[in-house]
Structures are given as C-alpha cells and as structure tokens.
C-alpha cells in the first residue's frame, strides 16, 4: 500500500513510449498492493481514443521469479474470455521490462469496484468466476508450485513463537498446534489440481454491481488444489471481515455459482470443510506473523489474525459440516 | 502518501451519488497528499460520456477549518481560466460533505504529469502561471493568514532544538538562527500581497510537455506577499531536488515567464534574495522537524533538510544577488 519506487514524468513517458499506447497524459500511484509500486497511467491510447493502464513495478524478489507464470496466465485467461486484466507486451514483444533495475509491467484497466460487504448475488457471481477461472487455466502450460502451503504455514508460525501467538489470544498456540496437525494428516493429495488464485478476497475482484468486472492481483497464483481455492474464497466471501458472523445465503449462492460452471467432486465436496479450515490457517499464519513483525506505529493497517482464528472455529466444528453438503 | 480513510465500494458509490455525475465506475486509492486520503473516481458522467474526478476525505483538522478558503479559491481561479481543478458540487449545492464524520470534496480530475527535472522551457511556463494565479485571485473575497510564517519556522527551529539541528548538520543551529534574524529583521511588510499558493514545487504542478495542464494541492495557500510565492517557486525549480546545482536558465526562464503576465515591481525584485532566503528556511524547518519526529522506519520518505540549507547558503550569499536584478 505504498509507491515504493519514484518515478517521475520524464521517466514515466519514457517507459511508456516502448509500448504502443500513445502518449502519456496522466500518472497517479495508487495504493494497491502490499509490496509492488503501482500507477494507474492514462494515454492518448493506440488509437488516440484514450486508453487506461496499471503500472506495476515489482519489488519484491519472490514475484520477480514468478513474473512469466503471473504474466502469462493473465495472457491465456484473457484469451479465455475470464474477466482478467490483459498484459500488454512492448513493441519488441516483452511481457516485461526493466526499470531502475526492476521489471516493471504495463496491464490493462478494468473498471469496477471492490465491495466490503457482498451480497449473495455478488458472492454466487464471485464463485461462478472462479470456476471460469479454473476451466480456462486448464491448458495453461506453466506450473508454480504454492510458496504458501502448509509446511509454509507451520513455519511462519514457528516465527512467532508460542509467546507471541499468545500475546495474540492465550489459547491460539494450543489451537494452531492442534489445527495444523488435523489438517496436514488429512490433507488429501488425490482431488483435481491446476491453476488457483489462492487470495481471492473482495479487494481482489472489481464488480460492477453484481457482475464481476475484474479478478485481479495474481501474485499468490499457484498451481494446488481447485477446492482449496474454493475454500478460500468461501472464507473470504462468507464471513464479515471480522470473522463473527457466517452468511449462509453467500455461502449457498458461492457455492451454487462455483457449481454452475464447474460441478464440484463428491470427494472435493467432502474434503471442504477441512481444506476451509486449512485456509483459515493460511491466512492466521500470515497475519500472526505480520501482526507481531510490523512496528505499531508504522504506516500500515495490521489485519488482526483472530478474524480467521475465528472463521477456523467455526469450520473445525462438525456442526457446520453441512455447509458444504 | 496513503490511504487512511478506509471505504468500501458501498460506500464510494453512496457518496458518490449525492452528485450529478453519473454512476460509479472505479475508485482507486492514490497515493498523492501527505494528511489527506484520496482516491481517483472514475463514472459515467453526467452526460454519459465518462468523467474523472479526485475525491478527497480530510484527515487534518488544520485543513477542515480552511476548506471554505481553499475549495472556494478553486472555484474562483478555474472560473478566471487558471489551470486549477474545480470543485464538483452537490446536488445540494455544497462544497464538501462529510462522510465518516470527516469532510470529503469531489474534484475535477486534470490530466498531465509532474515533472523531475524541470526544463527552462516549463520553468517559464510555471512562472506565467504563478502569476495568472495572482492575478485571477486579485478579487477572491476570502482571506487565510499564513500559517507558516517566520513565526512557525521560530517555533518548528526551536522544538528541533540545538541539539537535534545539529544532528543533522553541525553548523546547521548557528546558520538557522543567524539566516532566522537577518530574515525576519528584514522582512518587507509593505510589498504587494494576495493570495499565494505557498507550496508550487514541481509535484504540485501538472504538465503536458512544456504547458501547464494544473496547479493542485492549494493546502498551503493563504495571503500573504506575492514576491514571497515567487521566492518559493523560484527555490522549488530552479535546483536539482538535493539543492547542489542551480539552474541559472531555468531561474531566467521563471522571472521572465512571471514578468511577462505579471511585472515584479523594483521593490518585490530588491527583496527577492532575502525573500528567497526565508523561502528556504520555511523548508528547511519542517522539514528538519519532520526528520527528527518521523521514525526511521516508518514507510514514508523523509525529505533531506540540507536540500534546504543548500539553497539557504545560495541565497545569501551576496555573490548571487544577481540572479533576481
């Protein structure tokens, strides 16, 4: 959520008189994304109607590595009809260039908004998407192995100690050590995998009332578990951002829209409400982890970790089976 | 630089249409003003046709208590053909609304982008247009004391304390409160005064190629002596962003281009040197104070203080009085 790398005017329109956009007319960083510098740009367009762009420059060394996979499946959704931004390649044909020494991408605007607090309509369009997304990854020809899987998890939260998951909430480390002991014994290694987006929140998708506009910020794109991606974006779309209170009517409709595109497996159906938990813990083990690295009084908002200790709760409760049912 | 005000797409959209200007298209986050939060909105317009606009939610109380100055010198300049945005109002009729208890004003959006590295040409160009400015707001009816005046460098010097002046430079305590005593013995009370805008440094300027397409950011703007705002301006681009080098054609280029809309008078020319010394001492004081109370480790960027002493040693020295004759 910051500009992390300057670039003024001159520079700016010299990096983009390599893509065939027209001319630059406007330039304002934006305040998207955690570790990448980004503009939305404005030119004449490559027609002189005007044309809207993100410019991201990449920051971080573990995206870097990833940029063909990242910008290549934007390519391939694109061509598939998915509501993706398309990337646009220089003149001399390059999904990337470099910039001050960091690749930097120019990708299409999409128009849309991120709503806070979905309705079932948005959350059964959201689970239709993913489906989408999920066909038209299927003959997409690169893998990338998930940088954030369970042994990951256990790591991070290793880093932060029993003390500091205790400074947090005084049960979480019982919690954490029990949770991730379930879930990696029952992990189940044999349902369909491919290509997942594996962070679909509401801040990632652009809607346009209840039409997904965009699915953007494929930086934790992987190749896992399709019904790991489902139940992340259920533990995303389902709950209100604190984690207290489920919204069965989102949860039907997500799963209902997933289904519509993409029926789900009477084993991927089944392995749900473990692999939800396991999201959970994705996601407490992140914000765990940053919630006692990131200084206090830093410019940065720290998501508190207890909305998905919350939301893990709530899946690791037989009860709540039948959600998925 | 950041977002504090959180708002969802719920809550653009609602806000968004207490306006005449179509439906909600697109919010972006922007990464532009240091106390504010802003956002680039995109609709469909009044007319259907599409239309930008930044929406700003006012975080600082200094700023509320001159919203009516500061959006209503917008108003007043843009009707004069200054290239300054407007600002949309309600369908009620008012200036700014207040949206999570703060105060949020939707602006016209102006295309160009800022400049690193100023050429004489667009020095010149900055020059006329700090000077239309004076003149457009010859007749504005609302006056704003400035609130950074030698006053308030006094007082920002003197929370910095010796110590911590000369933390940062060991001759810097001795050079402030000699440059601090000649400045405020000298300063001339009689010049010509109006409105100023106080801040025109090259981020604060749009451009398309050598013309100005906007003059933003007026927070700062007050009344006070014209012959000061061009002072300020002339320190803001007529050096490289450390303040080594001076530019002496980009110095010609800006007397001459403010000259040719609106004359300096032999008394405003005589006080420059001194005019343009205080111009650096009101930089070098906040941003000496900001040094010593920002956090090394928080995520903006601190501002060199010494950029400032540099052009402050410039200034005096006899040798240079010249450059304004």
């Known amino acids: 959520m910051a500009v992390y790398t300057q670039?003024?005017?001159?520079?700016?329109?010299?990096?983009?008189?390599?893509f065939d956009v027209g001319a630059l007319i406007s330039a304002k960083g934006i305040a998207e994304g955690v570790s990448n510098s980004n503009w939305l740009i404005?030119?004449?367009?490559?027609?002189?109607?005007?044309?809207?762009?993100?410019?991201?420059?990449?920051?971080?060394?573990?995206?870097?590595?990833?940029?063909?996979?990242?910008?290549?499946?934007?390519?391939?959704?694109?061509?598939?009809?998915?509501?993706?931004?398309?990337?646009?390649?220089?003149?001399?044909?390059a999904a990337f260039r470099m910039v001050r020494g960091k690749p930097a991408a120019l990708i299409e605007f999409l128009p849309g908004v991120s709503v806070e607090?979905?309705?079932?309509a948005q959350a059964g369009a959201v689970g239709a998407a993913l489906a989408r997304l999920h066909l038209g990854a299927r003959d997409f020809p690169q893998n990338r192995a998930n940088s954030l899987g369970p042994a990951q998890w256990?790591?991070?939260?290793?880093?932060?100690g029993e003390s500091g998951l205790g400074s947090i909430d005084p049960a979480?480390?019982?919690?954490?050590?029990?949770?991730?002991?379930?879930?990696?014994?029952?992990?189940?290694a044999e349902l369909p995998r491919g290509v997942i987006h594996a962070d679909l929140f509401p801040d990632n998708v652009l809607m346009l009332g209840d039409e997904v506009s965009g699915l953007i910020d494929f930086y934790f794109a992987c190749t896992d578990l399709l019904a790991y991606d489902v139940a992340v974006t259920h533990a995303a779309w389902c709950f209100d951002a604190a984690g207290h209170r489920f919204d069965a009517a989102a949860s039907a409709a997500l799963l209902a829209g997933y289904d519509s595109v993409r029926a789900l497996g009477?084993?991927?159906?089944?392995?749900?409400?473990?692999?939800?938990?396991?999201?959970?813990?994705?996601?407490?083990?992140?914000?765990?982890?940053d919630w006692l690295h990131t200084p206090a009084?830093?410019?940065?908002?720290?998501?508190?970790?207890?909305?998905?200790?919350?939301?893990?709760?709530?899946?690791?409760?037989?009860?709540?089976?039948?959600?998925?049912?």
């Open 7 to 18: 670039l003024g005017g001159e520079a700016l329109a010299e990096l983009i008189g390599h």
């Open 42 to 93: 404005e030119t004449t367009g490559h027609d002189g109607h005007g044309a809207r762009y993100i410019l991201t420059v990449y920051e971080a060394r573990t995206e870097i590595a990833g940029l063909p996979f990242f910008l290549g499946l934007l390519d391939h959704l694109a061509a598939k009809r998915c509501p993706v931004p398309r990337t646009v390649h220089d003149r001399a044909g």
């Open 117 to 120: 607090s979905p309705t079932p």
């Open 154 to 160: 256990r790591t991070l939260f290793t880093a932060c």
């Open 172 to 188: 979480l480390a019982g919690t954490v050590a029990r949770q991730l002991e379930r879930v990696t014994a029952a992990w189940p």
């Open 266 to 289: 009477a084993a991927e159906r089944a392995a749900l409400p473990m692999l939800a938990s396991a999201a959970s813990l994705r996601f407490l083990a992140t914000r765990a982890y």
């Open 297 to 325: 009084d830093a410019l940065v908002t720290r998501k508190d970790p207890l909305a998905f200790a919350r939301r893990l709760a709530f899946y690791a409760d037989p009860a709540q089976a039948g959600i998925f049912a």
